[in-house]
Structures are given as structure tokens and as C-alpha cells.
């Protein structure tokens, strides 16, 4: 019953928000009830694990998943305390008005249920639905701002992702259709993925095939996979940071594990995983390729930030290819990802706040303006491409020890693209945070205190620190891979 | 009533609805569109009651209500209430001629009916509603990609969910009451979200299409 | 028999072209909340023109005297090869010889048209040539669809054969054919929204435009002819969309009648109806109104070549 009790708790969190009348309010508000989002998301996953006494039928049983919303719990919590003190720093310039941050804190909560639902529904229908609605909750939080380029960053948002889930809907109804072809007729009330994989033996190949290509196309629209990318960089550039935080470190994961929930589904029919990893291995070495080439002269930070997004859930979609062995590092890449990409993009926001900009090029020593965040910015940034103790070290080690066995080629070229993507990172970031320049100075120069954020970025390392150490000493491994075998 | 007359009717009616979608391809003006959409629906409507009728599924009814009170009356009203207040030109630019979309539209339907007939053999009797639906769904992503109008492309979203409400009739006789009416609400709601995006880019550029909005590219 | 049911039915369907366009009108005046104009009014109008004395100019040749000739008696052989009342599966009823005639039809109009050399009189030859030939290939189309569905090249024939197989059971797509079809009778018959049968603005007329230099006899000649051509191009695509009550087509004489009564008032209601909703094209637009009825005709042939 704790996911009931998670979604209702969310729900009276934003209706609170709404009814707030002061600043203080709404953030203390926003915070207890993301608290208590956290903690209900907990219980929820120790129920899952069989640790708690409780179980509901009416829920998805994977580890996959529950991983997916303990990460979606912590980077929300995250997000939400990165938040107050940045949403602050908005109202007191008058960038915003409190009314904005009453609906900020209320729309944050229902973007969370969505994606809980999404995660947790067994039924496909309430799936989807729940898919569209993280759409609608985070269209309004991406066209914040209310200018012209947020606007644009909106109707790309609500456009592309609609119309992607739309098509995944008729993958959906062919799985329906699959299930009312199989004889059963009293199965069509309730299609659910538990259902699918029991019956995966009766349904027409022909049929499920069809529905995968559907699905894999309309939800990798919502994880970024490359054609469907376009929407992504302009999205995750545009919207506040922490919420640019939580869009792209679980947003893409939910999607993405709705995709690899189908293509359990379609191997189950099959038989075999060889038809569906292929669709894996070249979206995703394409979305590897394709955001490095916009990454190299990149103007703007945020936007850098979030075409690497695409290429690391690309990454982790080219490693659903490669087996049960490569599901494990792509649940590891997952993880590191979020939180590591969720505390760079809370960290751009006090960059933005300082210095006014989102350009590379009106930024410069942020290292002396803002020690402590630089410190922990250089921290995260080098964790992110992978430097050990990074959970990301292991999960890439990993993918290209599978990869090179069996792909070789493609896997050189996506680890070619890798290399680039690290080096366009360094490029680019370290000029903006060690050199010093006339014209791109810090507005104001007051000096720099520790924050939520600070706090939260910190928190967020230690957790993916703590991690790859597990991960190195042993225990991590075998863990991910017990998670991943619950089903 | 005929059993026999059920195929025929929602064949021709889902045949009207690809050809109201035909036609909406060339039109620029908005109201006109909106009442071709409008009409468009009006058939979907009539499928799902005639599947409520002839099939004894009645829970059909209550989808070709809900179609009929959202898509047939209320989303079109809508977006002429906030077109009117936004006072936004009738006029709207397709990034392609519309002879060119016509024949892309051609090809895109050959596409539907190909991809139904060489994936599910399984079809039977409802193979032509089928390759409609998934044609018609195919026209709207052409429309939502190729209009400059932000409204042309609010209708090609909604022909597309047209397009996928008559597949999914066709194929399982319409899905739970419960998910229907949840994905009902969605797409009302995201089409009310996206013609008040519309309006609110509208007050800050002036233009209801896409010529200020290109400025996200790299 | 057939030969006399067939010469009956044609009598019939030219007696009756004016009161189809009669109809029209008075659904047409309805629908916009006026009383209208009594049924036996294009009669009256037709009447009044053969009494008129008729004024040629001077300017022109026998060209413009043959015209009304021509385009009357195109129109009646139409008429006679068209089942309407009667689908008669002779040999006369080639689907390529009714689009043949039509198309000389239209010449001969041309023709005349511009043989007084009046401004107006060239325009709007130039435009109903234009879009005859915009016309030609969706009729083409369309014929071929229907030939290779049915396997006869014979308007009767067809009728016929979808009398047998309605085509709603056994060939859905034909839906697409048959829009493109009404879309190409709209456009023969210069209705809306094509051309304004009403008009007389310079800016809109194109039939008008080119019987402007007739008078008397010959323009009661042409009028009726256009009317005829109309009538029967209708009720010809409502004998195709529902293909019961149709005399030789298995419809008893009884039956026969009263659907043909039935047809002739629904198909001048749905013009009409349309009529009143749809505004009339600009002239430069009307190709995309042809691409569309063109595609959608491909489309149906398409459909029908492949299943």
C-alpha cells in the first residue's frame, strides 16, 4: 500500500504548494512532502525486495523497476532541496513571481506520480497514460520562463513527446490485439506486462514484432533515442535547473525501462533476443555518435549537458544489446547517470545565477568566484566520464568487454565517440571553470556560501562514490545482477 | 438490425474519415480545418456507436460520447475561442506546397496499407479499417511535421489520435472503459495545454507559426 | 424491350434535367432560410429564352452558330450512354468514349467562346480549358479503377456488376474513387466549388463567362445542356455509390421508379448542402482541389489493382 500512500502524499504536497502564501511556506512544504515521497518510495521498494511483509498484484514486480524508483525517489528529493535556494535567488531578483512557484511546487509532485505510476503500473493502459502524463506535468515547468526560447523548448517538448507516445499507443493496442488474437477473450479487459511474459508462448510473433517496432519508436522518443532526439536538447537547456536535473537524470529511465519491459515481452515470444538487441545495438551506437558530433563546439552549457544525456542513455541502450550480462551494466550506466548528470545540472543553476548566462563564453573562473561549487562541479564532471571510483568506469568497461567480443566494429566506433565526448567535455568545461576572462565575469560578487546545493551535489557524489567502491570490491556486481534476475 | 451491415458501414465510415484527412491536408484556413476535423470525428463517433449497437458492446457508447462531447464540440470551440482572443491570423503556412504534401500523403498511405497487409496477416475482415486507421494516423504525423501554423499542427496531432482511436476500435473492439477514458483525458488535456502554449507564444511574437520559433538549433 | 426502356429512360432523364436543377435551387434557398424560386422555374426561363430574338455579332463565323449544336448534342448522347434510369450493357456505353465526349463538349464551348473574340468570352475559355484538362486525368483514373474492379468498360456494365456485389461488401476502398468522383462531376457540371453557376462578376465566372455572347435559342441550347450534363453525371455517381433500384440492374419497374425518385431528390439535396457550405475556390487554387480529387482517384485504383 505504500505506493498508494507515495501518490497520495504527493497529491496533498501539491495541493498545498498551491494554497501557500509565502515563499517559506511553499518550500517547506515542497520539501516535507518530497521527504515523504522518499521515504513511502522506500517502503514501497522494500516490499518489492521482500524485505517488508505486503505485496499487491495490481503492481509490476521487477528489480529493473525498482531500482528505476529508488532512483526517481532520490533525485527528486534532490531536486527538490537544489530548488529552494535557487527558486529564492529567482524571486528576489524578480525574474519570477510567487505565484510561479506555487504552481512550480505543485507541478513537480504530479510530474513524480506520473512517473512512479509509469514505473509501477502492471496494466498497460494505466502505463501509458501515466507515460503521457509526465508529458503534460513538465511541459508548463519547461515553458517556466514564459520567453520566447522557453515557449519554443515547450511546443518542441509537448509536440514530439505526444506524438511519440502516440505511436507507442498503437504499439500497445497491438499487443491488445496480440492477446485477443491468442483466444483468451477475457484477457483483452486487462493486458498487463506479468500477463504478457505468462503467455508469451500463445501470442503471434508476427503481431508482437510489430508492436515492439511500434513502442521501441514511440517511447524512444521520450528517452532521446536519436532520430527522436530533437525536442531533448531544447527541453532539458531551457527549464529550471533542478528540474532540468530530474527530466534528464529519471525522466529517459522510465522511459527506457518501459522499453526494455517490452523487449522482455518480444524476446519471451521469440524465443530469442537476437531480433530485438539489433534495434538496441544500432540506435543506440547511433545515439552515441550523433549528439558527440553537436557536442565538440557547443555554445551553451546546459545544452552541452543535455546532448550528453542522449548519448548516455544512448550508451545504455546500445548495452540492453548485449544479453542478461549486458542488462546488468546498462542498470549500473542508469544509475550512475542520474545521479551524477541530476548534480551537474543543479550545479549549472548557481552558475547561471552568478553569472547570467547559460554561454560558455560569458562564463569564466568559476573557480575563484565560486570555489566550492567548482570543486565539486570538477568532481562530478570527471565522474562522469567515467574516471573510477565511477559506477560509469564499471558499466563502460563492461559494455565494451561484451561489445568487442561480439561487435567489434561498432563498438570502436562508439568508443571512438566516447573518447571525442570526453575530450569536448574538458574543452569546454575547464576553460569555464579555471580561465579567466574580462568580459565574462560574475555579476555580482558576493561571496559564495554553501547551499542546498552544495549539499545535495556532495550527497549525490558520495552515493555514485559509494557505489563504484561497491561495485570495485565485489558485492555491487552481484547485487545488480541478483536485482535484475527478480522478476 | 442486419449483422451483415456492420462490416460495410465501419469500413466506409473509416474510409470517410481518411478522406476528410485528405482534404485537410490542403486547407490553410483554420476554421475550415477545424470543421473538416470536426466532421472527421463525427465518423469516428459513428464507428464506435455502431460497434456499441451491432456488436452489444455498449460500453461503446460511452466512448462515442466522450469522442463526441470532446473532439466533436469541445476542442474545436476551444481552439476557435482562443484563436479569437489571441486574435491570431486564419491563415496558415505549410513548409511544403500542398500538391507536394499531397503526393507525400499518397506515399504515406500506400506505407499504411503495406505495413498492414505484409505484418498481420491476421486481420481478416478488419484489414481495411486497419491499414485506414494506420494510414490516417501516418497523414497526421505528415501534417504535424510539415504545417509552420502552430494550429495546423495542434490538428495533425489530433488526427493522428484519431487515426490510432479507430485502430484500436478496429483491432480489440475498443480497450478498457478505464484506459479509454484516461487516454481520453490526456489528450484533451495536452491539446488544451499545447493551444494555450500557442496563445501565450502568439502574445510574445505576434505569429501563431513556427518563424520565431527556430531560434533552438545546434 | 431494352432498346424501348432505353429510349424511355432517356426521354425521361432530359425531360426531367431542369427540374433537377430546379431542385437545386429551391433546396439551396431553403437551406439559407428563403422561400425560393418555384421548381418549374428553370422551364419557364428556358421557355422564355427560345421565344427571345437572338442577336449574333457580327464578328463571328460559323463557328459560333455550330457551337450550341455540338455541345446539345454531346450532351444528349451523354445522356443516352449514362445509366440513369436504365443501365443497358451495349456496347455504346464505352467508359473512355463518355470521357472522350465530354472532353469534346467542352472543346466545342471553348470554341465558341472565344469566336466572338470578347474579352470575357476568351477568359473564360481559357479557363475551362484549363480546367478540363485538370478534369481529363482524374476521370481517366477513375474509370480505370472502376473497370478493373468490376472487369467492364461499360457504364452500364458497371452499374450492373455493382448492382450484383455492392461494393461496400466486397471493395471498401472504392470510397476513394467514388469522392474523387463527385469531385469531378462537381467540376463538369460548374458548380460549386469549381465555378459559380450564378455568377456574373468578371472575376469568378467561367462557364458564364463563355456563353456571355449568346442570346435566345442558342443560349436556351447551351443552359439546357449544361443542365443535362449535370443531371446526369449526378444521378450517374448515385447509381454507382448505391446501385439499387437501377432498371435492368435487377430493380422491377415499381422499385425502379420510386428509387430514382428517392435518388433524384437526395443527390439535389446533398448539392445543394454542399453548396451552401463550401465557398467558391480561387481560380489559382483550384489545382490543389484537383490534385486532391487525382490522388484520392490514384489512390482507389491503386487499391484496386492490388486486392
Known sequence: ?487 | ?218 | MNTLTSIVSTVLMLALAPLFIGCVRKFKAWLGNRRGAPVITPYRSLATLLRKEMTVSEHTSWVFRAAPYVVLSIAVLVAIFVPTVFASSSATGNLFLISALLMVGAGALVMGGMDAASAFGGMGSSREMTIAMLTEPCLIVVIAALGSVTGSWNAGGVVQAMAGAPWWFVHPFLIFTFAAFAMIVLAEGARYPVDNPTTHLELTMVHEAMVLEYSGPYLAMLEYASMLKFAVLALWAANLVVPYGILGAGASLLSGVVVFAAKFIVVAFLTALLESMVAKMRFYRLQEYFTTAYLLAFFGLILSLIF
Not at chain 1, 543506440?284 to 552541452?304: D, E, H
Open chain 2, 1 to 218: 438490425m442486419n449483422p451483415q451491415l456492420y462490416r460495410p458501414l465501419v469500413d466506409v465510415l473509416a474510409g470517410l474519415m481518411l478522406v476528410s484527412g485528405v482534404f485537410m491536408l490542403g486547407r490553410v484556413r483554420v476554421r475550415s480545418l477545424l470543421r473538416l476535423f470536426a466532421a472527421q470525428s463525427f465518423a469516428l463517433v459513428l464507428i464506435a456507436a455502431s460497434g456499441a449497437v451491432f456488436e452489444a458492446r455498449w460500453h461503446l457508447l460511452i466512448t462515442a460520447g466522450l469522442v463526441f462531447a470532446i473532439k466533436v464540440v469541445f476542442l474545436p470551440l476551444f481552439m476557435v475561442t482562443v484563436m479569437a482572443r489571441g486574435r491570431v491570423g486564419e491563415r496558415m503556412t505549410s513548409s511544403m506546397r500542398p500538391a507536394l504534401s499531397m503526393f507525400i500523403a499518397l506515399a504515406m498511405v500506400i506505407l499504411g496499407f503495406y505495413l498492414t497487409t505484409s505484418l498481420i496477416p491476421t486481420l481478416g475482415d478488419n484489414f481495411f479499417v486497419a491499414a485506414v486507421s494506420i494510414s490516417l494516423a501516418l497523414l497526421g504525423l505528415l501534417m504535424l511535421m510539415t504545417r509552420k501554423g502552430l494550429y495546423g499542427q495542434i490538428v495533425g496531432f489530433l488526427i493522428l489520435e484519431n487515426g490510432i482511436f479507430t485502430l484500436g476500435l478496429a483491432l480489440t473492439g475498443g480497450m478498457p472503459l478505464l484506459v479509454e477514458v484516461g487516454v481520453f483525458f490526456d489528450v484533451t488535456i495536452g491539446a488544451i495545454l499545447m493551444a494555450l502554449l500557442t496563445y501565450r507564444v502568439h502574445g510574445e511574437t505576434r505569429r501563431a507559426d513556427t518563424e520565431n520559433l527556430e531560434t533552438l538549433i545546434d
Open chain 1, 1 to 487: 500500500m505504500y505506493i498508494i500512500l507515495l501518490v497520495f502524499a504527493a497529491a496533498v504536497t501539491a495541493l498545498l504548494c498551491l494554497l501557500m502564501r509565502s515563499y517559506r511556506a511553499v518550500a517547506a512544504c515542497a520539501l516535507a512532502g518530497s521527504l515523504a515521497v522518499f521515504v513511502f518510495a522506500l517502503f514501497t521498494v522494500a516490499v518489492w525486495f521482500g524485505l517488508l511483509p505486503g505485496g499487491y498484484s495490481a503492481l509490476k514486480f521487477d528489480g529493473f523497476g525498482a531500482v528505476i524508483l529508488t532512483l526517481i525517489a532520490t533525485v527528486q528529493l534532490f531536486a527538490v532541496a537544489a530548488g529552494i535556494p535557487y527558486l529564492k535567488a529567482e524571486l528576489e531578483e524578480g525574474t519570477i513571481t510567487l505565484s510561479q512557484v506555487r504552481w512550480y511546487g505543485a507541478l513537480i509532485p504530479l510530474f513524480v506520480i506520473s512517473m512512479a505510476v509509469a514505473v509501477s503500473a502492471n496494466g498497460l493502459g494505466l502505463m501509458w497514460i501515466a507515460l503521457e502524463a509526465t508529458t503534460l506535468a513538465t511541459t508548463m515547468l519547461v515553458a517556466f520562463y514564459t520567453k520566447g526560447g522557453s515557449l519554443e523548448a515547450a511546443w518542441k517538448y509537448i509536440l514530439v513527446c505526444s506524438a511519440g507516445i502516440a505511436i507507442g499507443l498503437i504499439g500497445i493496442l497491438l499487443l491488445y490485439y496480440a492477446v485477443y488474437l491468442a483466444g483468451n477473450g477475457a484477457d483483452v479487459a486487462s493486458v498487463t506486462w506479468t500477463g504478457l511474459l505468462a503467455s508469451a508462448k500463445t501470442l503471434p510473433p508476427a503481431v508482437v514484432k510489430l508492436a515492439f517496432v511500434f513502442i521501441f519508436i514511440g517511447f524512444g522518443t521520450k528517452v532521446g533515442i536519436v532520430p527522436m532526439h530533437t525536442w531533448l536538447p531544447d527541453a532539458h537547456g531551457r527549464t529550471p535547473s533542478p528540474v532540468s536535473g530530474m527530466l534528464s537524470g529519471v525522466l529517459l529511465s522510465v522511459a527506457l525501462l518501459i522499453i526494455y519491459r517490452a523487449k522482455l515481452v518480444v524476446d519471451a515470444v521469440l524465443g530469442s533476443s537476437a531480433w530485438s538487441d539489433n534495434f538496441f545495438i544500432f540506435f543506440g551506437a547511433l545515439s552515441v555518435v550523433v549528439p558527440v558530433c553537436f557536442m565538440i563546439r557547443q555554445k551553451n552549457y546546459k545544452r552541452l549537458l543535455a546532448y550528453s544525456s542522449i548519448e548516455h542513455m544512448g550508451f545504455a541502450v546500445f548495452a540492453l544489446g548485449f544479453g542478461p550480462a549486458g542488462v546488468v551494466f546498462a542498470l549500473i550506466q542508469i544509475i550512475g547517470h542520474a545521479l551524477l548528470k541530476s548534480a551537474l545540472f543543479f550545479g549549472t543553476g548557481n552558475i547561471l545565477l552568478a553569472y547570467k548566462s547559460t554561454k560558455f563564453e560569458k562564463v569564466s573562473a568559476v573557480a575563484r568566484n565560486l570555489p566550492r561549487l567548482a570543486v565539486l562541479f570538477t568532481l562530478a564532471l570527471l565522474m562522469l566520464l567515467a574516471v573510477p571510483p565511477s559506477p560509469l568506469f564499471f558499466s563502460e568497461l563492461g559494455i565494451f568487454s561484451l561489445g568487442f567480443a561480439s561487435h567489434p566494429y561498432v563498438s570502436a566506433i562508439v568508443l571512438l565517440a566516447l573518447v571525442i565526448a570526453a575530450g569536448s567535455f574538458f574543452m569546454n568545461f575547464m576553460p569555464m571553470l579555471f580561465a579567466s576572462h574580462e568580459h565574462a565575469q560574475p555579476l555580482h560578487q558576493d561571496k559564495e556560501r554553501w547551499n542546498a546545493v552544495h549539499t545535495v551535489i556532495a550527497a549525490a557524489l558520495t552515493l555514485a562514490a559509494g557505489f563504484g567502491i561497491a561495485l570495485l570490491i565485489g558485492p555491487g556486481g552481484q547485487m545488480i545482477s541478483r536485482i535484475i534476475s527478480i522478476n
